[in-house]
T-cell receptor
Framework: KQEVTQIPAALSVPEGENLVLNCSFT??????LQWFRQDPGKGLTSLLL?????REQTSGRLNASLDKSSGRSTLYIAASQPGDSATYLC???????????FGKGTHLIIQP | DAGVIQSPRHEVTEMGQEVTLRCKPI?????LFWYRQTMMRGLELLIY????????DSGMPEDRFSAKMPNASFSTLKIQPSEPRDSAVYFC?????????????FGPGTRLTVT
């Protein structure tokens, strides 16, 4: 059974810092990996999707990398801002259109 | 597009009552997913549909839970009878498979409280 772990569970840093969120999964036979952001009391917003054949994806200040063989992904946030404060969730799928298996998330606070 | 629409946004009901959650996926999407989020277990897949047909319902916790998708623009998740341990946020998501890419888009969720 696939298990997804996110470290750290919580992180608080001052504004302007670059930071890295980590995600690991036990079964490397994944098809897609998706990073989401969740604000308190809200739904999930998709940030980046990486296919298993890809190594990384970038969107603005966000960069996600994937090392499928070692079962790891990282989300890099450059020049963090208070508006980045949220919970970040990592999720993987077995197939292209399969359901997602989620980690418990990293709760991020950016101090002004 | 308005995105994935869920109703109601909040539901409070008494144990034993029937609860129906509703979802309208993004127009043109061919996959629809139902997830449940709790503090203890995080986000878990309950069931998903492809072209209105249930594909995997192995995450449905008990026979008290059922889901239907009568057409491409509407799905329901029903709990009958409801129990306090069903209290959670229920999310609906939809996606369109495009050359293997299947990015999922989530609705705002329904917060269910069973007393």
């Amino acid at each position: 059974k696939q298990e997804v772990t996110q470290i750290p569970a919580a992180l608080s840093v001052p504004e302007g810092e670059n930071l890295v969120l980590n995600c690991s999964f036990t079964d490397s036979a994944i098809y897609n990996l998706q990073w989401f952001r969740q604000d308190p009391g809200k739904g999930l917003t998709s940030l980046l999707l990486i296919q298993s054949s890809q190594r990384e994806q970038t969107s603005g200040r966000l960069n996600a990398s994937l090392d499928k063989s070692s079962g790891r992904s990282t989300l890099y946030i450059a020049a963090s801002q208070p508006g980045d404060s949220a919970t970040y969730l990592c999720a993987v799928s077995r197939g292209g259109a399969d359901g997602l298996t989620f980690g418990k998330g990293t709760h991020l606070i950016i101090q002004p | 597009d308005a995105g994935v629409i869920q109703s109601p946004r909040h539901e409070v009901t008494e144990m034993g009552q029937e609860v129906t959650l509703r979802c309208k996926p993004i127009s043109g999407h061919d996959y629809l997913f139902w997830y449940r989020q709790t503090m203890m277990r995080g986000l878990e897949l309950l069931i998903y549909f492809n072209n209105n047909v249930p594909i995997d319902d192995s995450g449905m916790p008990e026979d008290r839970f059922s889901a239907k998708m009568p057409n491409a623009s509407f799905s329901t998740l029903k709990i009958q009878p409801s129990e306090p341990r069903d209290s959670a946020v229920y999310f609906c998501a939809s996606s369109l498979e495009d050359r293997g890419l299947c990015e999922q888009y989530f609705g705002p969720g329904t917060r269910l409280t069973v007393t």
